[in-house]
DNA sequence: AAAAAAC
């Protein structure tokens, strides 16, 4: 592809809402960031057209790294200045690239990103084998997190990246992931791609076997702990290469005595939704992490983190802890305090049609639910409730509606798990119920509608709930219902979705935050749920009795 | 606050 053809790709893609990001920079404080753009803008408009002349006449591309082509060049005086100039125009474009797709970078000696998948293979060697694997896939050009993110990782550079839900993240870590580890080798797992949930973990394994088709990498998945200690204990002849787990299954081996898996030809410790997995406190994922962290004892070893939210406790850590640290950001990212918000709006979130439903109380929400039913929708549809008691409630009250609903949940086992989201993907269940395990990094293939049955608890988590519709750029709908209970959190959320263009009710964003104070009683004494249920409340009550009667007298 | 994560 020439400078002409490309330039004009980029021209037709820019769109700037100069209306909107005036209003917005007005009111909040300009920074570094905003004069950045603004140069970057008038560049587009301005400049565009001489550029354009003198990388023509230059016969330079996009897609090779212009220091290269400069060091080619004859160097007398009158070449030196050009070359200078070649430089800073370079440098535009590359400013300009990024700036169109929303890449923000920090941090020092930023490989320029690429535009093409194929440059993965002129530049970085990918193989072949697997381009082909990525055209069959239908994949045809890089989204901005992958265009940064790839050259990063082949650059073995560690670093944070934050891009919107359904923006190409996983793609973003195991191409270079197979890039960089050249080809099979037998000297122990030299990639490990740690998830919070077994489904994402499946996810991406299943993602990683497709890409690396015919290359003979030896890609594995932890699915069951007492097995795989027998399979990568210390006798075994460590014949694999990229290992995929969530944390305690791979500490379950690390612990055994000796261990049973060895982690020291770790070069790319890759961590996934990795705001969930620094979760904190005595039950969170942090304590797990560190271990496997520190299994990964090779010399080698560089680390990664992707998430769509980030918060800036990670950030901090990773400030402090990865080697000369590159953060990517795509679009704004939610939950760090350092960040300037509402700038942009969310890419991926703009494709999810978003609305509030006020549903009066408990009882009311069986009622929408059921009028949705009645009216007719279109499956598939995922419906999200806060904990696995109510799933099963829910669950219960539907499945007498005649329609095909199923309900996923930490305390179903493995295999009902797995048959779940199977047959939600093939489209045999029409309707799935599911907690926070589903909320996170799964890729349905056109869910139509992602129902907030109870209310999310924060913004983040209401973020990552609808971005499992409207992903790759599909067009999706989220409806989220809420009651009186709660209007404390409405605030927050509402801001999400007004920033990503869908009309809100201006009293809603109106709402005084909730005080410390406030919030810190609500935090003693959550609202109490009721029960999703139908049955009289008289006969409920007797039965009650009778059990907790039952229990008690038993021995 | 709940959910998730080993056998």
């Known amino acids: 592809m020439d400078a002409f053809e490309l330039f004009r790709k980029l021209g037709v893609g820019a769109k700037f809402d100069l209306k909107r990001f005036g209003q917005d920079a007005a009111r909040f404080k300009v920074s570094f960031i905003v004069c950045s753009l603004l140069f970057d803008v008038f560049c587009l408009t301005e400049a565009g057209g001489e550029l354009l002349k003198e990388t023509q006449g230059t016969g330079i591309t996009w897609t090779s790294s212009l220091d290269r082509k400069i060091q080619n060049l004859p160097s007398d005086g009158k070449e030196k200045s050009s070359m200078k100039r070649l430089k800073h125009l370079h440098q535009e474009k590359v400013n300009r690239i990024r700036a169109q797709n929303r890449i923000n970078v920090h941090g020092c000696d930023i490989p320029d990103p690429v535009c093409t998948f194929e440059e993965l293979q002129s530049e970085y060697r990918l193989n072949p084998r697997v381009l082909q694997n990525l055209r069959d896939a239908g994949l045809s050009s890089p989204t901005p997190i992958q265009m940064q993110a790839m050259p990063l990782m082949m650059h073995g550079r560690e670093l944070l990246a934050c891009a919107p ?44 076997l497709r890409l690396s088709e015919g290359v003979g990498f030896r890609v594995h998945i932890i699915d069951k702990a007492s097995l795989a200690a027998k399979k990568y204990g210390p006798r075994s002849n460590k014949k694999y290469d990229i290992l995929v787990s969530t944390p305690n299954r791979l500490i379950f081996l690390l612990k055994q005595d000796p261990p049973a898996i060895d982690l020291s030809s770790v070069e790319w410790l890759i961590v996934d939704e990795s705001d969930k997995l620094f979760e904190d406190g005595k039950t969170g994922f942090r304590e797990q992490l560190a271990t496997i962290f520190l299994a990964c004892s090779g010399p080698k070893v560089r680390r990664a983190f992707f998430s769509a939210t980030c918060t800036a406790d990670v950030e901090q850590w990773c400030r402090l802890n990865l080697d000369n640290l590159v953060s990517v950001n795509i679009g704004h990212r939610y939950g760090s305090k350092t960040w300037v918000f509402h700038l942009f709006r969310n890419t991926a979130v703009d494709t999810v049609d978003q609305q509030l439903l006020f549903v009066g109380t408990e009882n009311g929400k069986l009622v929408a639910m059921r009028d949705i039913i009645k009216k007719g929708f279109l499956p598939p549809m995922l419906v999200f409730v806060q904990t696995i008691e109510r799933a099963r409630e829910l669950f219960h009250e539907l499945v007498y509606e005649g329609i095909n609903v199923d309900v996923i949940h930490a305390d179903r086992t493995q295999q009902q798990r797995d048959n779940v989201v199977n047959s939600f993907r093939s489209g045999k269940i029409w309707v799935l119920i599911c907690t926070a395990l589903l909320a996170r990094g799964i890729d349905f293939k056109g869910v139509n509608l992602v129902l907030n049955y109870d209310f999310p608890t924060s913004a983040v988590e ?17 409806v989220t219902f809420f009651t009186e209970n709660d209007k404390p959190l409405l605030r927050s959320i509402a801001n999400v979705i007004k920033q990503a263009g869908c009309p809100v009710p201006d009293y809603m ?24 249920c139908t049955t009289p409340r008289f006969l409920m009550k007797t039965k009650g009795k009778d059990q907790k009667k039952g229990n008690k007298r038993a021995p």
């Not at 209401?462 to 989220?478: E, L, N, P, V």
């Open 462 to 478: 209401y973020i990552h709930r609808i971005g499992r519709t409207g992903r790759a750029g599909h067009q999706g709908k989220a």
């Open 509 to 532: 964003v109106g709402f005084k935050k909730i005080h410390s104070k406030v919030k810190r009683r609500l935090e003693k004494k959550p609202p109490k749920r009721s029960t999703i």
């Open 165 to 208: 839900t359904g923006s190409g993240k996983t793609l973003a870590f195991c191409l270079p992931l197979l890039a960089q580890l050249q080809q099979p080798a037998n000297q122990g797992f030299r990639g490990v791609i740690i998830s919070p949930t077994r489904e994402l973990a499946s996810q991406t394994y299943r993602e990683l």
